[in-house]
């Protein structure tokens, strides 16, 4: 653990970030569509209506909890017939409340107190945005490792001592902004040559791939992605099991690749499609015309059987065509191979570095990267690698 961490505070990472917009959860599920498309991660933080009267206090009590790209498909799937009224629905019907994931902190709470509770599940810190803000870290304020630093001044994670806090009328009212994981660790590829060797070594020697991830197969219906997909990261790899066990990844369902869709037609794809029919036509911005075979799910694709439909599907607000008698036979994997674009999974070899992860994330503004073994031609997953395992890649070792 670099001392970068100890000397920087959670305050000068939110210089320039804009204020707080809160989304009010008596909003519509078209409103927070549009709100998605602009947010950090695809999600957004949902509140409850501010009191008329309220006190000039953190919201943070009214925090309900974050909507992400994938929860809004999932609901318009299971949402029936007719699209226009499930997107007038209210957010609060939607949303899944869960008020750990975000925490108050305060500016001067030291960068490693804040990777810690990031760690432990906390999606977002929201930092009051002070114009005397004088940049120096709280020595005083947390557990590092089982063991204390030194002897704590206050009782709470974010506490500070009144030498710290910035006077009252340095600090504007209800003003407040949101740090997300991306923000750290945008701040932590900028300190590659503080976190020396850690940054050039490979995702596997340091720990970094996480070997428990959620799959479907690609024969299964996508709608069963709705029910299996994990909250963090919010992806669900779509597979297929070869002879030896080993998996080949297709694609992924994830709140990032449904980040920018057409949402309708993506719930539809996911009520009527298989996954792997799914992640083939699948366009995260839905511009390109996919093609794929129109066989019933888990069944063979003779070309008969009630499954079977004759005429075009519609998804991602384009028609889809179909494949000759000869493609319809080929496996799903090796349709992917003829339709390359944005469906494809974004992923890295176990041998990767943990610096090259970080800057393929925040470069597609991803929230994981699957990890595939580089000893082999095919795409075979081994695992992945998520915002919280290089936070506890970086924080791996204890301070000196």
């Given at each position: 653990?670099?001392?970068?961490?100890?000397?920087?505070?959670?305050?000068?990472?939110?210089?320039?970030?804009?204020?707080?917009?809160?989304?009010?959860?008596?909003?519509?599920?078209?409103?927070?569509?549009?709100?998605?498309?602009?947010?950090?991660?695809?999600?957004?933080?949902?509140?409850?209506?501010?009191?008329?009267?309220?006190?000039?206090?953190?919201?943070?009590?009214?925090?309900?909890?974050?909507?992400?790209?994938?929860?809004?498909?999932?609901?318009?799937?299971?949402?029936?017939?007719?699209?226009?009224?499930?997107?007038?629905?209210?957010?609060?019907?939607?949303?899944?409340?869960?008020?750990?994931?975000?925490?108050?902190?305060?500016?001067?709470?030291?960068?490693?107190?804040?990777?810690?509770?990031?760690?432990?599940?906390?999606?977002?810190?929201?930092?009051?945005?002070?114009?005397?803000?004088?940049?120096?870290?709280?020595?005083?304020?947390?557990?590092?490792?089982?063991?204390?630093?030194?002897?704590?001044?206050?009782?709470?994670?974010?506490?500070?001592?009144?030498?710290?806090?910035?006077?009252?009328?340095?600090?504007?009212?209800?003003?407040?902004?949101?740090?997300?994981?991306?923000?750290?660790?945008?701040?932590?590829?900028?300190?590659?040559?503080?976190?020396?060797?850690?940054?050039?070594?490979?995702?596997?020697?340091?720990?970094?791939?996480?070997?428990?991830?959620?799959?479907?197969?690609?024969?299964?219906?996508?709608?069963?992605?709705?029910?299996?997909?994990?909250?963090?990261?919010?992806?669900?790899?779509?597979?297929?099991?070869?002879?030896d066990g080993t998996h080949k990844i297709i694609g992924d369902i994830s709140a990032y690749k449904l980040w920018k869709c057409d949402y309708l037609a993506a719930a539809w794809a996911m009520a009527n499609l298989s996954a792997g029919q799914f992640v083939i036509g699948a366009d995260d911005y839905g511009t390109t015309r996919a093609s794929v075979p129109d066989f019933p799910i888990n069944s063979p694709t003779d070309g008969s059987g009630p499954g079977v439909?004759?005429?075009?599907?519609?998804?991602?607000?384009?028609?889809?065509?179909?494949?000759?008698?000869?493609?319809?036979?080929?496996?799903?994997?090796?349709?992917?191979?003829?339709?390359?674009?944005?469906?494809?999974?974004?992923?890295?070899?176990?041998?990767?570095?943990?610096?090259?992860?970080?800057?393929?994330?925040?470069?597609?503004?991803?929230?994981?990267?699957?990890?595939?073994?580089?000893?082999?031609?095919?795409?075979?997953?081994?695992?992945?690698?998520?915002?919280?395992?290089?936070?506890?890649?970086?924080?791996?070792?204890?301070?000196?």
């Open positions: 653990m670099a001392l970068v961490f100890l000397h920087h505070v959670v305050g000068d990472l939110t210089l320039g970030k804009p204020e707080l917009v809160e989304f009010s959860e008596a909003e519509t599920v078209e409103a927070a569509v549009s709100a998605i498309g602009n947010s950090a991660e695809g999600a957004i933080t949902v509140w409850r209506t501010k009191p008329a009267a309220a006190a000039a206090r953190p919201p943070a009590e009214r925090f309900v909890g974050m909507l992400n790209s994938s929860d809004v498909v999932a609901f318009l799937a299971l949402s029936g017939a007719d699209p226009e009224k499930a997107m007038r629905t209210p957010v609060a019907e939607v949303v899944t409340p869960n008020p750990g994931l975000l925490k108050e902190v305060d500016p001067g709470t030291r960068l490693i107190d804040a990777l810690e509770m990031m760690k432990q599940g906390v999606r977002c810190l929201l930092v009051r945005k002070s114009i005397m803000w004088k940049g120096f870290s709280k020595r005083f304020s947390i557990l590092y490792n089982g063991k204390w630093l030194k002897n704590i001044q206050s009782s709470s994670l974010g506490g500070v001592s009144n030498s710290d806090q910035p006077s009252s009328s340095a600090l504007p009212d209800n003003k407040f902004c949101c740090l997300s994981r991306e923000d750290v660790v945008r701040f932590i590829i900028g300190c590659l040559g503080a976190l020396a060797p850690l940054p050039l070594s490979s995702i596997a020697s340091l720990g970094a791939i996480s070997t428990t991830y959620s799959f479907i197969e690609a024969s299964s219906p996508a709608f069963e992605a709705i029910y299996k997909i994990p909250h963090d990261p919010c992806a669900i790899a779509v597979i297929e099991t070869n002879s439909s004759s005429r075009p599907r519609k998804f991602s607000s384009r028609s889809i065509g179909f494949f000759n008698n000869q493609v319809n036979q080929m496996p799903v994997g090796r349709l992917r191979s003829m339709y390359r674009g944005r469906s494809a999974p974004l992923t890295c070899k176990h041998t990767s570095s943990l610096a090259a992860i970080m800057a393929q994330m925040l470069s597609h503004r991803a929230t994981h990267v699957w990890v595939t073994d580089a000893d082999m031609e095919d795409d075979i997953l081994v695992g992945i690698v998520s915002y919280t395992d290089i936070l506890n890649a970086v924080t791996k070792f204890p301070p000196p």
